[in-house]
């Protein structure tokens, strides 16, 4: 079934799910719309992909069977409030952007019947997302679309808005960000130690894999069970670990966490 999925809004999350859906063929490059506040990143996009470039908003609205917004929250409200009586109720219009409760898009759109909240992360790009969704009612249509489209470009979950959707946010999607904030820590160190920046990327970032991906494929097991495998009493392993539980990093973590969630707090109340 042909079906026109539109973007407003042209930044990393559109091109991580255009390339990622292009990819998978899940769409054709004629069957996507997008446009953008200004022209740059649109003619980098059509080039690349083919897809279609729209030079208004309005027309990605009439051309699209699925809208996803995918400006900055703070630029929501200007990019739909002019265009709102363009919208149609049976569309399915997705907003990608943080903080944002449905009860606001609702505001924006209020015959719209298809309305959906998605928080998504950039290792789309790779088919390594984590995504999680809510809508207001429950919606088969929005749930197989999620299914069809999202699932493949990874983890896809749907949750209630509220303090479970909030945790996602923090520890997926702003959680990329602070794993390669660990990794760079990770990678500093090896390169002390006389490995040039490079190779002590690649040990870096395929430690982290391995772990992942070890853990990916051992879902009997828990995470505490995986790292009691690799830590031998009085071995190097436990050593470190000691250290980092009197050190409390754990404490750390949460409390960038917490400051994170505040954030989500603040956007959805301004
Ligand atoms: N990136 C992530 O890892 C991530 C993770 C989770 C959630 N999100 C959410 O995803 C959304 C998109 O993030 P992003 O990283 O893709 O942002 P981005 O790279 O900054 O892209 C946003 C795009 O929206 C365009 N835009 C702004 N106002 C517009 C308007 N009125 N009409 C049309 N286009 C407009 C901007 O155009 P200009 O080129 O003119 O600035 C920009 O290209 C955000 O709401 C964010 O909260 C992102």
Known sequence: MKENIGFIGAGNMCQALVEGWLSENLVTPGEVFVSNRTPGKIQRLTEQFKINACATNEEVVDKADVVIVAVKPQDLEAAIEPIASSFNEDQIVIS?????????????????????????????????????????????????????????????????????FEAFTVASSAGIGFIFELMVYWQEWIEEH????????????????????????????????????????????HAGLESMRELEVERLLRYSFEKSALRDRELSEN
């Open 194 to 237: 006389g490995i040039d920046a490079k190779t002590a990327q690649q040990i870096t970032v395929n430690t982290f894999l391995g772990a992942s991906q070890l853990a990916t494929q051992s879902p009997t097991q828990t995470l505490e069970e995986l790292q009691a495998k690799v830590t031998s009493k009085k071995g190097i392993t």
């Open 96 to 164: 990608l952007a943080a903080g944002i409760q449905l009860h606001k898009l609702k505001r924006l759109l209020p015959k719209n019947k298809n309305l959906v909240r998605v928080m998504a992360n950039t290792p789309a790009k790779v088919k390594r997302g984590a995504f999680a969704y809510c809508t207001a009612a429950s919606n088969i249509r929005v749930d197989r679309w999620m299914e069809r489209m999202f699932k493949p470009l990874g983890y896809t979950i749907k949750l209630d808005e509220g303090d479970a």
